[in-house]
């Protein structure tokens, strides 16, 4: 597939390997600024979300690393000026970027903060690459090149979602003191619970890697938000499902960006599909 759809001598090894280069230089120029107070430059978008001098500098990094990549493969950043839908809606491939997931985390210091790149063909993600540059920690994956951790200089390690046996509680990625009445209830439907709490799209990489057995999303986010950490879930073995109707998440395919509410998980179960409300 990779050789028909980039039409050169490319496969998802080697796209892989170059998208983690353009990952790494974001990072880099991400932490220049973030141990430098001085530099956090904070505006506020349309939506009131926050956007930092961080945001603008990694978004300039992978959207000039991408072009090089693949000149033939369009771009859908956060952080730049979206083709309008006329045009979208004809893309059978696309990169899907958000430069810098979780600013608020950035701005809060905490250090749970990533660089996200996905590739889409036909609406599905097939590859991506998550990276929190403060961590020193890689989530990244492929189809046919398997699912994989590293942290800092180690070795990566393969990763793959756990099946929930029954025989320990659900650990649910998730917030232990702000939920809302609809994730509430979920919860209580599971049972036994003990809830992982993490930031950015680091939250869906802990279901891949088999640290969380569930991840609902019952609020809103955008497709960039999400893409990359998608493709490494659906590799190694989980999957991001619409809420509503059990289906798997699709990527610029109709004009809005916005995501449907989720769950991430290995083994659905129809309780949790049932129609909100």
């Known amino acids: 597939m990779a050789d028909i759809l980039f039409g050169m001598d490319m496969d998802f090894e080697k796209l892989l390997a170059g998208v983690q280069a353009a990952v790494s230089r974001a990072g880099d120029e991400i932490l220049k600024i973030y141990a430098d107070p001085?530099?956090?430059?904070?505006?506020?978008k349309a939506d009131d979300s926050p956007l930092t001098a961080a945001d603008l500098a990694a978004n300039r990094v992978l959207v000039a690393a991408l072009t090089e990549l693949t000149p033939n493969i369009p771009i859908l950043s956060e952080e730049s000026a979206q083709a309008p839908w006329s045009e979208r809606q004809h893309w059978t491939a696309c990169w899907v970027v958000d430069p810098l997931d979780g600013t608020k985390e950035f701005l809060k210091r905490n250090d749970e903060f990533t660089v996200n790149v996905g590739l889409v063909v036909d609406h599905e993600p097939v590859l991506g690459v998550v990276f929190a540059p403060a961590l020193k920690k890689w989530y990244y994956g492929a189809q046919g090149q398997g699912a994989w951790m590293k942290l800092g200089d180690a070795e990566p390690q393969a990763i793959s979602a756990a099946k929930h046996s029954g025989e320990r509680p659900w650990r649910v990625?998730?917030?232990r003191s702000h939920q809302s009445p609809e994730?509430?209830?979920?919860?209580e439907r599971l049972g036994e619970t003990e809830m992982v709490a993490?930031?950015?799209?680091?939250?869906?990489?802990l279901v891949a890697s088999g640290e969380a057995d569930l991840y609902p999303r019952l609020g809103p986010t955008s497709e960039w938000d999400t893409c990359a950490a998608h493709?490494?879930?659906?590799v190694a073995g989980g999957q991001?499902?619409?809420r509503e109707n059990g289906q798997p998440l699709t990527y610029n395919a109709r004009e809005s960006i916005?995501?449907?509410h989720f769950i991430v998980c290995t083994e659905p179960n129809p309780d949790?599909?049932?129609p909100a409300g």
Do not use: I, Q, R, Y
């Open 240 to 242: 991001v499902l619409n």
């Open 198 to 205: 993490m930031g950015s799209s680091l939250k869906l990489c």
């Open 183 to 187: 994730m509430a209830g979920f919860l």
């Open 231 to 234: 493709a490494v879930v659906n």
């Open 272 to 274: 949790w599909f049932e």
């Open 173 to 175: 990625v998730g917030s």
């Open 38 to 44: 001085e530099l956090f430059d904070t505006e506020h």
């Open 258 to 260: 916005l995501n449907p």
